[in-house]
């Protein structure tokens, strides 16, 4: 038990300095965040992932992808309403205690769209590189293959997909 403690408490520390170095923010309210710290150990330990705290996983890291933490969804929610959807990250307000976090809708689709069709093909023909978009906080690139962590967000490589 103490160390598992340890390792939420290390492991939110060092979210907490990875977050403000790139400006987001958890959540101050320091025993509610390592909570969502404490999920994530939890599920680290029984997908192999960090899959969102507040979302069941299917244990199919395919299908649970876009809501690896942090998760697709995030920075769409921190705009739209000043913290993520389980509210481990939250924006400046929030952060400042000026602003309290409310609970959201959920933004996952039920069904992921196939969002490139036809059209979609013929622009890539246009482009001397293919252009790669992280799905976590937008970050485009032009380049061969996308890099191994968003320069941005720090997403991993498999969170980038073809944007062009
Ligand atoms: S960023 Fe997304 S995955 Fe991470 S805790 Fe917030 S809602 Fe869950």
């Known amino acids: 038990m103490g160390n598992n403690n340890l390792q939420v408490a290390r492991t939110y520390e060092r ?10 923010h958890l959540n101050p309210d320091a025993d509610f965040a390592k909570e969502l710290v404490h999920g994530l150990l939890t599920n ?8 969102c705290p507040c979302r069941l996983a299917t244990g199919n890291i395919e299908q649970d992808r876009d809501v690896i ?3 697709d969804y995030r920075d769409q929610d ?14 400046d307000a ?13 933004r996952r689709p039920l069904v992921r769209e196939n969002q490139r069709n036809g059209s979609g093909d013929l622009e890539k023909t246009r482009w001397k590189y293919p252009v790669w978009r992280c799905r976590v906080c ?7 293959g996308p890099p191994e ?4 967000c ?7 997909e073809r944007f062009l």
């Open 15 to 24: 979210l907490a300095r990875e977050a403000e170095s790139v400006g987001y």
């Open 44 to 51: 680290e330990k029984r997908y192999g992932y960090w899959n």
């Open 138 to 144: 937008g970050y485009l690139c032009a380049r061969d």
């Open 94 to 106: 929030i952060a400042k205690k000026e602003q309290i976090a409310q609970s959201i809708p959920e």
């Open 154 to 160: 720090r997403a991993k490589k498999d969170r980038f």
């Open 78 to 91: 921190l705009m739209e309403y000043g913290a993520c959807y389980c509210a481990l990250y939250v924006n």
């Open 69 to 71: 933490c942090p998760c």
């Open 149 to 152: 962590t968003c320069p941005i």
